[in-house]
């Protein structure tokens, strides 16, 4: 059955013995298995992640049939899973057995899953969707945070340390717990201190650079290379991962030439596309032809020869590139 995190409050869990939580918003799985979970279900915990238990079912199979004096109920925790653990889970369900609680951590589902199907029809399980934050819950998490501090912050300032969080709670937990270790000496923050103790690098990934750039986002691939401290090593896998999606996008363009629909192709196309990064792609799509990403490929290919010949050179070089698609 699906439930909604914030109804797990109120509902007797303990009760339930196989839990899916899905979704990208990790912090939340987090909080809600910490916080909501953890307390109400069995105290004897063991984690894996599904290839331990694909590579090695008999893992598995020891941990729920041994019982020890001490160890009546155990809470076994399945962390990266996919449609290939659903089997396994079938079994252990339909085995009946007593004592074991099992909850699976995925990233995201797609409807058309088979591990998202089973739990959310299934009466014995619960199947927990988790979404992205948006503005407002993170704005909330901030003024929370604020209340019960006694600190005083402008909007301005909570903005700052929102879009550095990048829409995920648990990186503006991280940026919160600097700014309550700043606050023991002090009760007042200036934007200059809130920018220096926050750090958009850790939460940009090259992935998000390379698409800006691709889709000619300019201010917001200059802030990104702005925001980071790139080393010869780091140029080199920017270059890659702008490679791999430019043979995306190739791919994708050669599929429209049979089949117009880009919103089916973007979610047929293999491997996927995440949900979170199917706008940007369509918005390459529109932007370049199959001449100019074959054309583009060749160039990539040249300056990455160029930066592995002069590494000292390299930031500059691969800077000058990604703005210069961005244009």
Not at 67 to 88: G, V
């Amino acid at each position: 059955m699906i439930v909604k995190y914030f109804e797990l409050k109120n509902k007797k869990i303990d009760k339930n013995r196989f839990f899916l939580l899905y979704g990208n918003n990790k912090g939340l799985v987090e909080e809600v298995i910490n916080n909501i979970l953890k307390p109400a279900l069995p105290k004897n915990i063991y984690n894996y992640e599904e290839t331990e238990i694909i590579n090695n079912i008999d893992i598995i199979k020891e941990n729920i049939h041994n019982k020890s004096f001490f160890e009546q109920e155990k809470l076994i925790i399945i962390k990266r899973t996919s449609d290939k653990i659903l089997k396994i889970i079938e079994e252990i369900i339909n085995d009946d057995i007593e004592d074991i609680t099992i909850i699976l951590v995925s990233e995201t589902l797609e409807k058309k899953s088979k591990l998202r199907n089973f739990f959310e029809k299934n009466n014995k399980t619960i199947c927990i969707p988790f979404y992205e934050d948006n503005n407002q819950t993170l704005n909330s998490i901030v003024q929370n945070f604020l209340k019960k501090n006694e600190v005083k912050l402008s909007q301005q300032n909570i903005n700052i340390i929102i879009e550095r969080s990048r829409g995920d709670r648990r990186n503006l937990n991280n940026e919160l717990i600097k700014i309550e270790n700043l606050i023991k000496t002090r009760k007042i923050i200036n934007i200059n201190e809130i920018l220096k103790i926050t750090n958009l690098s850790e939460n940009y990934h090259v992935s998000e650079l390379v698409d800006n750039s691709l889709a000619k986002n300019k201010i917001k691939t200059l802030n990104i290379i702005n925001e980071n401290i790139f080393s010869s090593e780091d140029c080199v896998m920017i270059l890659r991962v702008f490679l791999t999606k430019l043979k995306r996008l190739l791919k994708i363009k050669s599929e429209q030439l049979k089949n117009d629909n880009i919103e089916k192709i973007i979610s047929t196309i293999k491997p996927p596309i995440f949900w979170k990064e199917k706008e940007i792609v369509k918005q390459q799509a529109k932007i370049w032809n199959l001449s100019n990403i074959q054309d583009l490929m060749i160039k990539t290919n040249r300056i990455e020869l160029l930066v592995k010949k002069n590494p000292s050179s390299s930031i500059f070089l691969v800077t000058d590139f990604l703005l210069e698609n961005a244009l």
